[in-house]
């Protein structure tokens, strides 16, 4: 089993900036992936990030390009996903994921990854 934890969710103004953390502990893969996906109500999970623990490709959904950036410390074996220039759009729940190795062109898609974080709140609100 692998946990993880979130933190860094809040409240924010338009134009604003935060950074969410996700720790994972436990059973945890030598090569591994893991994501950020978002979550409005009514509104299927969508993809916003992911990097891969080894070798460090990256992906972004196209609505956070050039404002979103995602990072891991290896050695706390935790994932960031700094956010800059948000925008009422940006307001969701915010999860994260943890996987195996993931092939680039599938790390969107959110049934490759195995265990899931319980949320995170971010509101973009003026």
């Known amino acids: 089993q692998v946990q993880l934890l979130e933190s860094g969710g809040g409240s924010v103004q338009p134009g604003g900036s935060l950074r969410l953390s996700c720790a994972a502990s436990?059973?945890?893969?030598?090569?591994?992936?893991m994501g950020w996906f978002r979550q409005v109500p009514n509104k299927e999970r969508q993809f916003v990030a992911a990097?891969?623990?080894?070798?460090?490709?990256?992906s972004y959904d196209d609505s956070v390009k050039g404002r979103f950036t995602i990072s891991t410390d290896n050695t706390k074996k935790t994932m960031y996903l700094q956010m800059n220039s948000l925008t009422t759009e940006d307001t969701a729940v915010y999860y994260c994921?943890?996987?195996?190795?993931?092939?680039?062109?599938?790390?969107?898609?959110?049934?490759?990854?195995?265990?899931w974080g319980q949320g995170t709140q971010v509101t973009v609100s003026s």
């Open positions: 990097i891969r623990w080894r070798g460090g490709h990256v």
């Open positions: 436990g059973d945890t893969f030598s090569t591994y992936t």
């Open positions: 994921a943890y996987g195996p190795y993931i092939i680039l062109s599938a790390m969107s898609g959110q049934n490759m990854y195995k265990y």
